[in-house]
């Protein structure tokens, strides 16, 4: 059963620009970007109760995964909300990316995130994916980077980017802008997506996806992630010289929450049916 999260909100019971739900029975918490009538962009105040979610996920024990999905139709989100100022400090060595605020990553929040994407996709909201550790999008979907079209240096997004897609993939959208736009079986064949749906399935699927990983040990998983998402900073054998620490680590605490008992139920986990893919 899902029940909102409320946290540390200026409207007295929730956020105003996403919406978040935990379902305690599959250990899956929800974040839902909520400014549909302006494309889900995100402003400052979006940014900061990301923020805000992601510490507070980060430490709520029910949640062992989370899916991140969008409200309406028309798009995920299409990025920075250009009407509205993101108000950076007049001295430019104080500004900031907005794009650390968005990131479960930066938070250090190691619980792995499930990215549900219909419509729109492009410029900021690329940070989204970017972060995520499985991306699927419905039928509907289409990405591009807007930015060179604009008159913007694409410096940011396509950092990431690059890990998900190669060099060349994220060149060719950087510097193609709105001229070409990335669909649901390019973006598959490419990697940019594990999965395609139809847009009626998309949350259905991200949350059934979440709610397998859930069922995993939690330390288990959240080490994976960890290990994997920090390997991409360090050189090949010092990431495995660390990725052998969290193994020492993690796999006795993770072996032990496998015989734990599952919540309420008094039985041991239950193995899952194999999805063939």
Known sequence: MAVPMNVGSTNGGGFETILVEVDADDHVATITLNRPDQLNTFNRTMCQELQ???????FDDRVHAVVLRAAGDRAFSAGLDVKSSYGQPDNIWNHEDPGELL????QKMWKPV???????CTA???????ESDVVICSTAATFFDSHVTAGLVSALEPVGLMRRIGLGE??????????ERVGPDTALRIGLVSEITGPDELWDRAHEIAAS???KPPTATQGTVKAIWESLDKPYRAAMDQGLIYTRLGNPIAKAELTTPAPGTGASRPSATPRIR
């Open 103 to 106: 990131s479960p990553k930066w």
């Open 52 to 58: 805000r979610a992601w510490h507070t996920i980060k």
């Open 213 to 215: 990983i859930a069922d």
């Open 114 to 120: 499930v990215c549900a994407v219909q419509g729109l």
């Open 124 to 130: 900021g909201a690329l940070y989204f994916v970017n």
């Open 170 to 179: 994220t060149l060719r959208m950087a510097l193609m802008g709105n001229d």
